[in-house]
C-alpha cells in the first residue's frame, strides 16, 4: 500500500491524504454505528470530516503560499488523522519572514470562520438556552452543518495559536523571542514551553482523551527534533563539505561485478560506493540494492542508481544537512572542478556535528 494518496494540486504544490487517515473515517462510521446511528447521521458526519479537512488544506496554502513570496517552495501539503502538514524546503531564518509565514495558516480560519458567522447566523445559536440549542443542534440540516463548521474553524484557530512547537503558535512564540536573541535561544525556550504543554495534554490524555495523547507525543518528538535541528545548523554554519567528506572511498566502474563490491562491503566499513565511467560520475550504489542483490550473478551497471544529486566540495554544509534530512539515500558524491574527491552521508555529517559540538 502506498502511503500517500495523491489528490492533485494547486499552485504547484502536490496535495496528498496518508493512507492512517481513511482510519479516521472508518472510526467515525464504527462510533455512529455503535451508537445506532442512521445513514442520514453518518453521511453527516463524514462530509463534515471532510470538509473540516479542506479548511485544514487551505490552511496548510495559506503557509505555503506565504512561503513562496519569500522564495521558500512547498513541496507537498500531507492530510493526517490529526491535521495536515505543509513540507516547507525550509523554515525562514527572518523572525519577521516566519512570524508571517506561521501566522497565514490561522488567519485564513479566521477568514473562513468569519465568512461562516454571517451566514449561519451564528446570533439565532447565542440567543437559545441550552436545551433548545442541544435540540436545534441534534438534527442534521445545513445550516447546522455550517455551524459546526464555524465552530471547527475556531477551534482550530485556538488550537495552532497554543505556543506549542512545532505547532503554530510555538513557531510564533520562536518568531517574537528571535526579535530579542539569537534563534538558538529562542528555539530552546519555544521547544521547552512546546514540551512542557505537552506533558499536561498527555495527563490530560490519560485521565479524559486518548488522542491527547496522540497530540503529545506529536509536539513532544517535534519540538525535540526542531531543537536539535537548529542547534546542529548552528553549529555547522559557515562550514563547507569539504570540511566534513569521507576522502578515502571506494570507486567502481560498471562493468565490474557485484561481487566486487560485496567482498568489499564484508571487509571495510563502507556502505555505499561510487559508480565511475571514464572519471565521472554516473550511478550511485546503495547498501540495501547490494544486500538485495547479492546472491545474483550480475554486474554494477545492473543494480546501480542514476538518479542522484552531486555536490561541490565548496558548497554550504548548512544546505547538504537540510538536503539529508529530506532525501531517503543521503550518500552524496562530492566533486572539486568537475572531479570526484569524495562522499558525504548523514553518519559521517553527524560525527562532524558530534566534534563540532565538543568543540563549541
Not at 506561521?102 to 440567543?127: D, R, S
Not at 566540495?313 to 550518500?331: A, C, H, V
Amino acid at each position: 500500500m502506498k502511503a500517500n494518496l495523491k489528490l492533485g494540486s494547486i499552485s504547484g504544490i502536490k496535495i496528498k491524504v496518508h493512507w492512517t487517515f481513511f482510519f479516521l473515517i472508518a472510526w467515525i462510521i464504527f462510533g455512529e454505528l455503535k451508537r445506532g446511528g442512521t445513514s442520514e447521521s453518518i453521511l453527516f458526519n463524514v462530509a463534515l470530516v471532510l470538509a473540516v479537512f479542506a479548511c485544514v488544506i487551505l490552511h496548510e496554502l495559506g503557509h505555503a503560499l506565504t512561503a513562496k513570496n519569500f522564495g521558500i517552495q512547498t513541496k507537498k501539503i500531507t492530510l493526517l488523522p490529526i491535521g495536515g502538514v505543509a513540507s516547507l524546503e525550509s523554515i525562514p531564518e527572518s523572525p519577521r519572514q516566519e512570524f508571517l509565514v506561521t501566522i497565514a495558516g490561522p488567519l485564513v480560519n479566521v477568514i473562513i470562520a468569519i465568512f461562516l458567522y454571517f451566514i449561519v447566523p451564528v446570533n439565532e445559536f447565542v440567543h437559545l438556552n441550552f436545551t433548545e440549542t442541544f435540540e436545534v443542534l441534534m438534527s442534521f440540516t445545513f445550516q447546522n452543518f455550517l455551524f459546526y463548521l464555524f465552530i471547527v474553524n475556531v477551534g482550530l484557530v485556538v488550537f495552532n495559536l497554543i505556543p506549542a512547537f512545532p505547532m503554530d503558535g510555538g513557531r510564533i512564540l520562536r518568531a517574537l523571542l528571535a526579535n530579542k536573541m539569537n534563534r538558538v535561544k529562542a528555539t530552546q525556550i519555544a521547544t521547552s514551553v512546546g514540551q512542557f504543554i505537552a506533558v499536561l495534554f498527555l495527563l490530560l490524555g490519560l485521565l479524559y482523551d486518548p488522542w491527547l495523547i496522540l497530540i503529545a507525543l506529536f509536539i513532544f518528538i517535534g519540538a525535540y527534533g526542531e531543537n536539535k535541528m537548529v542547534q546542529h545548523l548552528a553549529l555547522i554554519k559557515g562550514h563547507t563539505v569539504e570540511e566534513a567528506m569521507m576522502i578515502n572511498i571506494t570507486t567502481f566502474q560498471p562493468d565490474d561485478s557485484l561481487d566486487l563490491v560485496v567482498n568489499k562491503l564484508i571487509s571495510s566499513t563502507e556502505n555505499n560506493f561510487v559508480v565511475l565511467k571514464n572519471n565521472e560520475v554516473v550511478g550511485l550504489i546503495y547498501h540495501q540494492d547490494i544486500i538485495d542483490n547479492s546472491n545474483k550473478n550480475t554486474l554494477v551497471k545492473d543494480i546501480m542508481n542514476t538518479n542522484f544529486k552531486i555536490v561541490k566540495n565548496t558548497d554550504s554544509l548548512q544546505e547538504i544537512y537540510k538536503l539529508s534530512l529530506s532525501e531517503i539515500n543521503s550518500f552524496l558524491p562530492v566533486t572539486k572542478n568537475n572531479k570526484l574527491v569524495g562522499a558525504i552521508d548523514n553518519f559521517n555529517l553527524n560525527e562532524y556535528i558530534l566534534l563540532q559540538t565538543k568543540l563549541a
